[in-house]
């Protein structure tokens, strides 16, 4: 027996959503891409038991908790460790070391880093395991910050606790599963120098009136991580996160996206291509 998928819902069902969003529970969701906005209604539909899109979009009028459930449907929490191979080796093998060497060459005081959109914390942990092993290696004391960013208090509790299950450690190494990492019952927990190493804060990339971490104070990084973000968003939105992402780095400053993004950040034309293959960009043309 053939199952059909539910149809997604049509335009002017989508432009009611918005509408009803933004006038009766003031949730202005106008910036997500049209596909996956239309994808998270309609399995908000489902789950909440309606029998159709029309319903459910007559439902939100009246139904705060719904609202929020819809809006908490739309969050993009997902990360995992080293998720980009490429990426990562290029930022062990040249990015990161090239950066501690022209820190300690010019006397600045600390390296910093921000992963923005942090979820769990994966990919902030990752990049903090590769710039403390760096410096063992170098015999020389150098001083980096990580500080990573979400808008969800919950994913950022989860990530402050460190503990991941045995399938979010696919892409980790033997031999940094074994230093830093601790087994607890059927998790890994990350070790605590790791933990400490990170700065974990709320903070929203589509917020108008801040455009850097707080807990950064200035901004002013050296390298930014945001993949796997852009794409949920219209391209206006995209480019107005680009943008403050931009300001927020030093020039030669690094960007790291996804793949499926660096079209995307190539086009804005403010960055160069750091490698051939690889979704790292240069901060100025």
Known sequence: ???????????????????????????????????????????????AGE?????????????????????TALGIHHSEFFRD?????????RVLPDMLEAQRASGAPELRVWSAGCAAGQE???????????????????????FATDSSEEQLA??????????????????HLRRWF???????????????????????LLDPDSCCPPASIFGEFDVILCCNLL???????????????????VPGGVLVTSESEAQVVADMGDFRPYGLHAPLFRNGG
Not at 158 to 175: C, F, I, M, Q
């Open 182 to 204: 601790s087994a607890t019952g059927h998790e890994h927990r990350i070790s605590q120098e790791l933990r400490d190493r990170v700065n974990f804060s709320r903070h929203d």
């Open 51 to 71: 029998a159709g899109l029309a319903a459910y979009g007559k439902r939100l009028q009246s139904d705060p908790a719904e609202a929020s459930a819809l809006v």
């Open 158 to 175: 989860r990530a402050r606790l460190g503990r991941y299950s045995e399938a979010d450690l696919n892409h980790v190494r033997l031999a």
């Open 1 to 47: 027996m053939t199952h059909r998928k539910a149809p997604l819902p049509s335009r002017d069902v989508t432009d009611q959503v918005i509408d009803v969003m933004l006038r009766v529970h003031g949730h202005d969701i106008y910036g997500y891409d049209p596909s996956f906005l239309a994808r998270s209604i309609e399995a908000r539909s489902r789950t």
């Open 231 to 249: 794409f949920y968003y219209r391209p206006a939105v995209r480019l107005q996160i680009l943008d403050k992402l931009q300001r927020c780095l």
């Open 124 to 146: 902030a942990y990752s990049v903090t395991l590769l710039l403390t092993e760096l410096c063992i290696r170098r015999e020389k004391r150098a001083r980096f910050r990580v």
């Open 85 to 93: 191979p490429l990426a990562f080796a290029l930022l062990e093998q």
